[in-house]
């Protein structure tokens, strides 16, 4: 089954709005990356949190290992915020991560 | 921040034919990794390595093979294109330990 289960998987939001989204995992996990997939398809890096919470503008991030989740906040919702939002997160012990099947999210004017 | 870039950015490949992907990293990272992405799904782990000359498989490897000749370079290996294969490739890099992941472009493959 998959390990990293993200949800929603489509999201609208009027520009200047907010929401999160969040990845629940099957198994504990030792750190988690949000990552932004841009129209043209490029990967671009949010966060990486091995735990606790980490802000970048707009976006805010939470981690909380021993519940098995994590969230990514997004606020004030710009045009260019649009695009597929995908977490990957990684057991304890292993160098490798998963990644759940993203959130299309759309920013309407 | 990490530099990797991959080659070719497109490829149309035949039914049968060998295709080979090349990434490149330029931050000294231990860890690579090659990853499919289909339309409307995550990314899959194919293979990784974390030291030259040495390749594991992922989640997915059937079908692909890698190679790993510095650690600069890793290459993903499809000796028997299929339809089946038509996807976006994605490169990765890592340091060892708590570190995060950082991606190449990708490269959309295309068998026809």
């Known amino acids: 089954g998959d390990q990293v289960e993200q949800s929603p998987s489509a999201l609208s939001l009027h520009e200047g709005t907010g929401s999160a989204l969040r990845c629940n995992f099957t198994?504990?996990?030792?750190?988690v990356q949000w990552f932004q997939q841009n129209s043209r398809g490029s990967l671009i890096n949010l966060f990486y949190l091995a735990s606790g919470t980490k802000e970048n503008g707009r976006l805010k991030s939470t981690f909380n290992s021993k519940e098995s989740y994590s969230t990514l906040h997004i606020r004030d919702a710009q045009l260019e915020d649009s695009g597929t939002y995908f977490c990957a997160a990684a057991y304890t012990g292993y160098q490798n991560f998963y990644f759940g099947k993203g959130t299309s999210l759309t920013v309407i004017p | 921040e990490a530099a990797v870039t991959q080659s070719p950015r497109s490829k149309v490949a035949v039914t049968g034919g060998k295709v080979t992907l090349s990434c490149h990293q330029t931050?000294?990272?231990?860890?690579m990794y090659w990853y499919r992405q289909d339309t409307g799904h995550g990314l899959r782990l194919i293979h990784y390595?974390?030291?030259?000359?040495?390749?594991e498989k992922g989640d997915i490897p059937d079908g692909y093979k890698a190679s790993r000749p510095s650690q600069e370079n890793f290459s993903l290996i499809l000796e028997l294109a299929s339809l089946s294969q038509t996807a976006v490739y994605f490169c990765?890099?890592?340091?060892?330990?708590?570190?995060?992941?950082?991606f190449g472009p990708g490269t959309r493959l295309t068998v026809l």
């Open positions: 931050n000294n990272h231990d860890y």
């Open positions: 990765a890099s890592r340091g060892t330990g708590d570190a995060e992941q950082f």
């Open positions: 390595s974390y030291v030259a000359d040495s390749t």
């Open positions: 198994t504990t996990m030792r750190a």
